[in-house]
């Protein structure tokens, strides 16, 4: 500031710019004051005409990337030296077109992420990828909170391009079918659903793909990214035993598109069924047992009433007698909560082959059906009177016709949009459910013995009989 002020702005900077190259191990050091006046003219012409000619080359070969096509931003430089040159420009322009401009943003970031691969700083460019694909992102939240503004698919295409580099960078990395290699390439198929985080439901925005080809060097076109995408995800997930079991199923059922995949659905949930029979055989049985000993817990309840502790121990004793294990039915309800995510995940693995499926009025089984899934919510709603235990009591019966009607609400609400493959499996696995205990109930008719009376301990004996000669017809 003191050269500034003694003699102007550019001789200020001038001096400030000497003292600053005056700072390298060979300089002899010491105090170093503004001098007092200008000594040199023709010294400070001829350095500031060597500093010019020396930044002429990098003014020269500096370029603007927010106007190059994506084959170009996909392209890696030729050297370290040019890539370290380029990220110098890049930083450079970043603050100018932040807020100003997405797509510019975008442009520059994705090439960024390709400059930095090339000088070996892998987890710095796998973020400058993915700032690409927040730029998209913010793009479709301002377009969904104010009308009139229109994402250009231009900018869609850079970030389907950043993220597909993305999963090919952490394929080369972790290996193709590590699990962040994978979700990095569910990520683009988001992309193309419109950047929601369901890869069903949503009609598919397809772009054109720029793909860079580590062999050949050099960038390949593809139409359809959606296409590209979708092979290579269901190559991913064939390794799976899900898949797997699916494609089977499908081979079985005669592998047409007309009626195949939705009879493979139905055989799964059969196959399940049965296979959980015996535990459901028992859990049934034990609820049933617990509805004939109601009568007499009651009777226990009105006899023990001031007595919890030994209220507990005469209904465990019940319970004992007659082998009944009251958390007997919980076991069959615990696991078919982790068979349904199961094959919920493996209808999503197998949803490219199921989108190629239709059954009865269902062109693709792999998108959301409406129609079947109110038949299923009907289901529902029929079995959910069928399970309940019957009551005499109005509001007892009132309060669990509202507990029906809540839970058909909240399955409507959070499964509508769900592939109609899957609502296909749960639709046949609650008609089978309810098929197997009615049979059940007429073996149970059959089989169940009399529910004996709960015999009086010696201390109740006395307390019955003096009970029964303080009656009014014994006196």
Request: net charge positive; aromatic share 12%; with cysteine.
């Amino acid at each position: 500031m003191e050269a500034i002020e003694r003699f102007g702005v550019v001789r200020g900077c001038w001096l400030a710019l000497k003292r600053l190259l005056r700072c390298h191990p060979l300089h002899p050091g010491g105090y170093d004051p503004v001098p007092t006046e200008w000594s040199s003219h023709k010294t400070a012409r001829v350095a500031l005409a060597l500093l010019l000619l020396l930044l002429f080359p990098l003014l020269a070969t500096a370029r603007d990337w927010t106007n190059a096509s994506v084959e170009e931003l996909l392209t890696p430089p030729s050297s370290v030296e040019r890539a370290a040159t380029e990220w110098t420009q890049i930083q450079g322009q970043l603050p100018t077109v932040q807020e100003s401009d997405q797509e510019a943003f975008a442009r520059l970031k994705l090439r960024e992420g390709i400059v930095l691969v090339t000088l070996k700083r892998l987890e710095e460019s796998l973020q400058a990828l993915d700032e690409v694909v927040r730029t998209y992102e913010q793009a479709l939240r301002q377009q969904r909170n104010r009308n009139g503004i229109v994402v250009p698919k231009t900018l869609q295409e850079l970030a389907v391009a950043a993220a597909y580099r993305k999963y090919q960078l952490l394929a080369e990395r972790d290996g193709p079918q590590h699990r962040n290699t994978v979700k990095a390439l569910e990520r683009v198929e988001q992309l193309l659903h419109g950047g929601g985080s369901a890869t069903y439901g949503s009609p598919v925005q397809d772009v054109a793909l720029w793909v860079w080809d580590e062999r050949k060097r050099e960038v390949r076109h593809h139409d359809s990214a959606y296409q590209v995408v979708s092979e290579e995800l269901d190559a991913l997930y064939r390794a799976g035993w899900n898949y797997q079991l699916f494609d089977t199923l499908v081979t079985l059922c005669g592998r047409d598109p007309r009626y195949s995949y939705g009879l493979a659905v139905i055989l799964l949930a059969l196959l399940l069924r049965v296979l959980l029979h015996p535990l459901n055989r028992k859990a049934m049985k034990s609820f049933w047992k617990m509805q004939a000993l109601q009568p007499l817990v009651k009777d226990l309840q009105e006899r023990y009433q001031d007595d919890p502790q030994r209220l507990n121990a005469e209904i465990w004793k019940l319970y004992r007698e007659h082998k009944v294990n009251p958390f007997g039915g919980c076991l069959p309800l615990l696991l078919q909560l982790p068979i349904l995510f199961w094959v919920y995940y493996g209808v999503l693995h197998y949803r490219f082959q199921f989108a190629k499926g239709s059954f009865l009025w269902v062109k693709n089984l792999a998108q959301p059906d409406y129609p079947l899934f109110a038949l299923y919510l009907a289901i529902f709603f029929a079995s959910t009177f069928f399970m309940s235990t019957p009551t005499q009591d109005p509001t007892q019966r009132q309060q669990q016709l509202l507990m029906n009607i809540m839970f058909v609400v909240l399955f409507a609400m959070f499964f509508h949009s769900f592939p109609a493959a899957f609502i296909l499996y749960w639709l046949s696995f609650q008609v089978f459910y309810i098929g197997e205990n009615l049979l059940m109930k007429r073996v149970y008719a059959r089989e169940a013995l009399p529910v004996r009376e709960v015999s009086l301990s010696a201390e109740e004996k006395p307390r019955k009989a003096k009970s029964k000669t303080k009656s009014p017809n014994k006196q």
